[in-house]
């Protein structure tokens, strides 16, 4: 069973920056895309920024020229970058993976952290 876990939230002041981290473990394992997302009070879940395995990255329009993603393929894991915070940026950041299901499979199933939370003070 793949375990992501999750590494580097806290409290920062406005203009500060934090980097996230998340790794996977198990045996054998194979992703496909891993991405960052995050949840506020009252919202729903929020694409933050995604990496495919072959280092293609999309961002939102919010954390563009603010945050990067990078990814290590060899260790499974992905660091966010957070730059320039906001308050709006205070969330409950979630780490998410596509795992292949098995190996030679073409289905890849969503896996995802139990969350670290980020607060960004005015």
């Known amino acids: 069973q793949v375990q992501l876990v999750e590494s580097g939230g806290g409290l920062v002041q406005a203009g500060g920056s934090l980097t996230l981290s998340c790794a996977a473990s198990?045996?054998?394992?194979?992703?496909?895309?891993m991405g960052w997302y995050r949840q506020a009070p009252g919202t729903q879940r929020e694409l933050v920024a995604t990496?495919?395995?072959?280092?293609?990255?999309n961002y939102a329009e919010s954390v563009k020229g603010r945050f990067t993603i990078s990814r290590d393929n060899t260790k499974n894991s992905v660091l966010l970058q957070m730059n320039s915070l906001r308050p709006e940026d205070s969330a409950v950041y979630y780490c998410?993976?596509?795992?292949?299901?098995?190996?030679?499979?073409?289905?890849?199933?969503?896996?995802w952290g139990q969350g670290t939370q980020v607060t960004v003070s005015s």
């Open positions: 990496v495919t395995s072959g280092g293609s990255t």
């Open positions: 198990g045996n054998s394992v194979s992703i496909n895309a």
């Open positions: 998410k993976a596509d795992v292949r299901a098995f190996a030679g499979s073409n289905t890849f199933i969503p896996r």
